[in-house]
């Protein structure tokens, strides 16, 4: 097998992650620590963008920052969902703003006691265990 057959087939079986968030340190640094071997990473700062470019079957994990402009992170996945109701996801938040959401909270945990959500800032092993915990 040559190195390029290698290389497309390491490339195939990365897991596809898709990050938005409207700061764009923040989705850099994610970029960063998750894409490589293991992950694929494609990201948006704007959620207007993300949804009108988003197509189905291409992820395997949305990663959303909840706070945004124009559309906050559930919002997001709501209408993503609709385009592709197999996607999974985890939301960016910081631990003060979660009592805005509670609604939606409920709304996308999956079952009792499982939490999709990271708490910025996240140290990146921490990021790394999580996606994996989650995309499984």
Do not use: W
Not at 26 to 52: E, H, M, W, Y
Not at 73 to 90: M, P, T
Request: aromatic share 8%.
């Amino acid at each position: 097998m040559n190195e390029n057959m290698t290389t497309e087939t390491s490339k195939s079986t990365r897991k596809r992650i898709l990050v938005v968030d409207d700061e764009a340190d923040i989705t850099l640094a994610l970029k960063t620590v998750l894409d490589g071997d293991q992950f694929q990473v494609d990201s948006f700062n704007d959620p207007v963008s993300a949804r009108n470019n988003f197509k189905a079957g291409i992820y395997d994990l949305l990663i959303l920052d909840i706070k945004m402009p124009k559309m906050n992170g559930f919002q997001l996945y709501r209408e993503i969902k609709n385009i592709d109701d197999k996607v999974k996801v985890c939301f960016l938040t910081a631990l003060n703003e979660m009592h805005d959401y509670q609604d939606y909270k409920k709304e996308v945990s999956p079952k009792p006691g499982q939490r999709y959500f990271i708490q910025k800032p996240v140290e990146n092993q921490t990021l790394i265990k999580r996606v994996n915990e989650i995309i499984v």
